[in-house]
């Protein structure tokens, strides 16, 4: 019996040698990207036209981009462009919503209109023999808006639903204070209307916000696929070739607040603490930024990062925490993000920061940072894989005003990054002592244990 048990136990072992020794397969080796030819025209209007063939699938992608968004909202007009387009979706004064519709599916397709801090967009995908016809029908809606009053008590109702439902999640909530707090005089901290502002937005108000962001210098049309391109070019030049010029290209530039405040918004009896804890860092048009970008990949940007795995995997304290930088124009925020159980808000601070420190104090392994680097060469890749992936990388190229250089070179550029530039990234921007925390949680179980982990010279602020 004990000669049967010493055999079971030798290839027990011999079985968890084996487990502990396989290892998954390695990885390819990491390819290059190119940018697709692509063709650019500009109007006297100031318009432009960008095509990109690309692919053998006979579909193609139309964005008409505009440089407007919330950035141009007055303090007391948030959510307007959201309203304009929501109005927009409405019609022009020649074709009702289900006229638009209809067409569009018609071509094998549909129309999106949608609104950012610093664009606004029309989209649609759709069989690339009606290109043409398709770009008729987003230019009537952009260019000739029927501003139907019959839509805007629904359309006020529905976002007064969605903030309502926005702001009862503590990530709106805190979300919503950290921007503030960071971009106190600026769109970029005026996150969220209030109920009163939505109830005071009308047809006037829209119109003189179309009229004074809206129009053909502010515009690049992108077409990406498999299409006819003289057919497309002529049949934007139709379209649009006559259109108001309109405002030049203007975005405010924001200062961002590198203070380090510290705000509890209390949540009696929470389970748990949602935190944003981070500082204005450097924008993609500044040098540092893909260094800096891969340090926060390592950091906390990736499922395998270092402050994921420590307050995930091996503390528990989270399921699924974060870091990320925002960008903006000329302007960007390194954040991490993270539920946290109630009982942990002290610890899972105390882990981030040393984490931090760590990072600050030794350069990562050339092994680790290799990971990381292939990691993000083959997500940037895989985001080119489609037409509209295409076209989102132009346009964030052309809002931050990077030459073709920054997508042509970006694969190159990553695997470039050195340990030591991380540790230098490190030093230089993520700095612990000047960073603003805003906490949603119970306040009663969570202020104390805050006070003992962040040290600030002011006071708490409710």
């Not at 109005?87 to 209809?102: P, R, V, W, Y």
């Not at 937005?201 to 515009?219: D, L, M, P, Q």
Request: glycine share 6%; net charge negative; with cysteine.
């Amino acid at each position: 019996m004990k000669r049967i048990i010493s055999i079971l136990i030798v290839i027990l072992c011999i079985s968890v040698n084996a487990q502990e020794k396989e290892l998954p397969p390695e990885g390819g080796t990491p390819k290059g990207f190119s940018i697709p030819k692509k063709g650019v025209i500009t109007l006297d209007n100031g318009l432009k036209i960008v095509t990109i063939p690309y692919g053998e699938i006979p579909k193609a992608t139309i964005t008409i981009s505009i440089k407007t968004g919330n950035i141009h909202e007055k303090e007391e007009e948030v959510w307007l462009a959201d309203f304009m387009a929501d109005l927009l979706e409405e019609g022009s004064t020649t074709l009702n919503a289900k006229q638009i519709a209809d067409k569009m599916a018609s071509m094998g397709g549909n129309l999106n209109i949608g609104v950012r801090s610093e664009r606004m967009s029309l989209n649609a995908s759709i069989l690339g023999e009606f290109a043409p016809d398709a770009i008729a029908v987003m230019a009537d809606v952009l260019m000739h808006p029927g501003w139907p009053a019959s839509e805007v008590d629904r359309i006020k109702s529905n976002m007064k639903r969605d903030l309502s439902v926005s702001m009862a999640r503590p990530t709106a909530q805190a979300s919503k204070d950290f921007y503030a707090a960071i971009y106190p005089d600026h769109p970029y901290g005026r996150v969220y209307p209030t109920n009163a502002m939505i109830e005071g937005y009308s047809i006037e108000k829209v119109k003189a916000f179309y009229e004074a962001n809206i129009g053909a210098k502010r515009t690049t049309v992108y077409i990406a696929g498999k299409f006819d391109e003289q057919q497309v070019t002529t049949a934007i030049k139709k379209a649009f070739e006559s259109w108001k010029e309109g405002p030049a290209v203007m975005y405010p530039v924001a200062e961002a607040v590198t203070a380090h405040q510290v705000k509890i918004i209390d949540r009696p009896g929470a389970p748990q603490s949602t935190l944003y804890y981070g500082l204005p860092v450097v924008d993609p048009s500044h040098p540092d930024y893909t260094a800096l970008d891969i340090t926060n990949t390592i950091l906390g940007g990736a499922f395998g990062s270092r402050i994921t795995s420590n307050i995930r995997e091996d503390k528990g304290y989270t399921y699924s925490p974060g870091s990320s930088i925002d960008n903006g124009y000329k302007s960007a925020v390194w954040y991490e993000r993270a539920d946290v159980t109630t009982q942990h808000t002290g610890a899972s601070l105390k882990e981030i920061n040393k984490e931090i420190r760590l990072l600050q104090d030794e350069a990562p392994s050339e092994d680790e940072l290799t990971a990381i680097k292939n990691y993000e060469a083959g997500t940037f890749v895989l985001r080119n894989s489609t037409p509209g992936g295409i076209i989102g990388q132009l346009i964030f190229q052309d809002m931050h005003e990077l030459d073709d250089s920054y997508l042509a070179k970006r694969v190159e550029n990553i695997h470039a990054v050195t340990p030591k530039q991380v540790q230098e990234m490190m030093k230089k921007y993520i700095k612990p002592e000047q960073m603003t925390l805003v906490i949603v949680g119970d306040k009663q179980k969570i202020e104390k244990q805050v006070e003992e982990t962040i040290r600030v010279k002011q006071p708490l602020k409710d």
